[in-house]
């Protein structure tokens, strides 16, 4: 099975970033992004490119050994994974939030008597 979680893919791109506060910030930039496009205040392009930006500066740092080319294809691969696990994401929890179970009177108590 393919595992699409953004979390899969956001400590796939980090894996040779060293520096706890730069893995820190850069997952969190990702995520952020990631809500901002969900939330209808980013549209799809504008969130590709701050993605791209982000993806792009983590490999070249990480991957000093890839040319420019592979470096912009291996980010443009990324961000379009990312991407598909943000939709995944944004899709399971607008299905969840659907299909919350109703709760009885009885459930609502706090005490069993």
Do not use: H, W
């Not at 701050?50 to 980010?75: G, P, Q």
């Amino acid at each position: 099975m393919v595992n699409v979680s953004l979390q899969a893919k956001i400590l796939s791109l980090l894996e040779g970033v060293v520096g706890i506060g730069d893995r820190i910030g850069i997952a969190g930039s990702i995520l952020y992004i990631g809500d901002l496009y969900m939330n209808g205040y980013l549209n799809e392009d504008k969130a590709r490119t701050e993605l791209y930006d982000i993806c792009f500066s983590v490999i070249k740092a990480t991957n000093y050994n890839l040319t420019e080319e592979e470096v912009r294809k291996k980010a443009n691969r990324m961000v379009e994974e990312i991407m598909m696990a943000i939709k995944l994401e944004g899709i399971r929890k607008r299905t969840f939030t659907r299909f919350k179970p109703r709760s009885t009177s009885s459930e609502r108590r706090t005490f069993p008597f």
